[in-house]
Nanobody, 118 residues
Framework: QVQLVESGGGLVQAGGSLRLSCAAS????????MGWFRQAPGKEREFVAS????????SYADSVKGRFTISRDSAKNTVYLQMNNLKPEDTAVYYC???????????WGQGTQVTVSS
């Protein structure tokens, strides 16, 4: 099993940047497909980005393409989400996730709040 702990959330003005971190323990992230999801108040959790392996295929939600970048540091066993040009609609709790399966995500962090003010 892998345990995931997110950090790096906070309050930022529109147009600003944040970098979220997801520190993994218990197993190397090289074993997993890693992803970021978010959930805004009153909305369902939605996919943001995923990475199969370091340097491998990355996928993004259309709403964040060109603004967000997912990356992995195997030496630190950490996954990052660099978020640039943030918009108020990016406000949500952001969750890190890991899986070895094609569709279902097996492991989740506790989430970190991102608030973007206009």
């Amino acid at each position: 099993q892998v345990q995931l702990v997110e950090s790096g959330g906070g309050l930022v003005q529109a147009g600003g940047s944040l970098r979220l971190s997801c520190a993994a323990s218990g197993r190397t992230i090289n074993y997993y497909r890693m992803g970021w999801f978010r959930q805004a108040p009153g909305k369902e959790r939605e996919f943001v980005a995923s990475s199969i392996t370091s340097g491998g295929t990355r996928s993004y939600a259309d709403s964040v393409k060109g603004r967000f970048t997912i990356s992995r540091d195997s030496a630190k066993n950490t996954v990052y989400l660099q978020m640039n040009n943030l918009k108020p609609e990016d406000t949500a709790v952001y969750y890190c996730a890991a899986t070895t399966r094609a569709i279902t995500w097996d492991y989740w962090g506790q989430g970190t709040q991102v608030t973007v003010s206009s």
